[in-house]
């Protein structure tokens, strides 16, 4: 029996703090929406930074997006997005790392009703350990972009946050602290010091 393809895709797009993760996700949406698709624009509710109902990237790009809870479920996505999540033939997430372990089979269902799903997230914490759902959702992915910063240490490329702690790296912690420039950096393997790993004088 004749079955016709899923159209539907799962692209991810990977990385340090400031690799411009979020520069591609919105560069990707205003391609879609110049294509005539109709994209929904979604982020975790705990990521306050910037602007509460805006995606924002570190140099200014930004568009307004729903908001959903950290483990949401497609009931969850309904509410947040009512009639839209019908409609979309994009769906794109940012922060994809804040995401609980459920994440990875939402993307899945939305992939499979035929939907184009872009996921971007760290792949690793400060501590230099995957974050979250988003090792499921690489090896899940149809397509990876890994990006990289410029490591503020020896201009290298840079692929790990460190976190600051008045201005030294972190010891510890919680694994989710929100921020921006004043309490992280991208910086290489060589430079990158993770807890309990004292930085080499
Ligand atoms: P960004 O990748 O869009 O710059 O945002 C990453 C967010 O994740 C930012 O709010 C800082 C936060 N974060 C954590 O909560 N834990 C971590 O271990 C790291 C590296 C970042
Ligand atoms: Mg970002």
């Given amino acids: 029996m004749y079955h016709p393809c ?9 990385g340090c703090m400031f690799s411009g993760k979020t520069e591609e996700l919105l ?18 509710a705990l990521d306050t930074r910037y602007a509460p109902e805006e995606v924002v990237a570190h140099h200014g ?21 009512g009639w839209e999540l019908e409609m979309a033939d994009v769906v794109a997430f940012d922060e994809g790392n804040f995401f609980g372990q459920d994440f990875p089979s939402l993307c899945e269902v939305l992939v499979q009703s035929g939907k184009r799903l872009i996921v971007a997230g760290l792949d690793l914490n400060f501590r230099g350990e995957p974050f979250g759902p988003m090792p499921v959702l690489l090896a899940q992915a149809d397509e990876v972009l890994k990006l990289s910063a410029v ?7 840079a692929t790990r946050t460190q976190r600051l702690v008045n201005g030294a790296p972190a ?17 290489c393997r060589d430079h990158f010091v993770p807890p309990g790993h004292p930085a080499q004088s």
């Fill in 6 to 14: 899923v159209a539907g895709r799962l692209e991810v797009i990977a």
């Fill in 27 to 44: 560069r990707r949406v205003e391609r879609a929406r110049i294509g005539r698709k109709h994209v929904l624009l979604v982020k975790p």
């Fill in 61 to 81: 790009r930004r568009l307004p997006c729903f908001r959903v809870p950290q483990d949401p479920s497609i009931d969850a996505l309904h509410e947040a997005a």
């Fill in 151 to 157: 490591c503020v240490v020896c201009g290298q490329p």
């Fill in 171 to 187: 010891e510890g912690g919680p694994e989710i602290l929100v921020g921006g420039l004043e309490s992280y950096e991208a910086r």
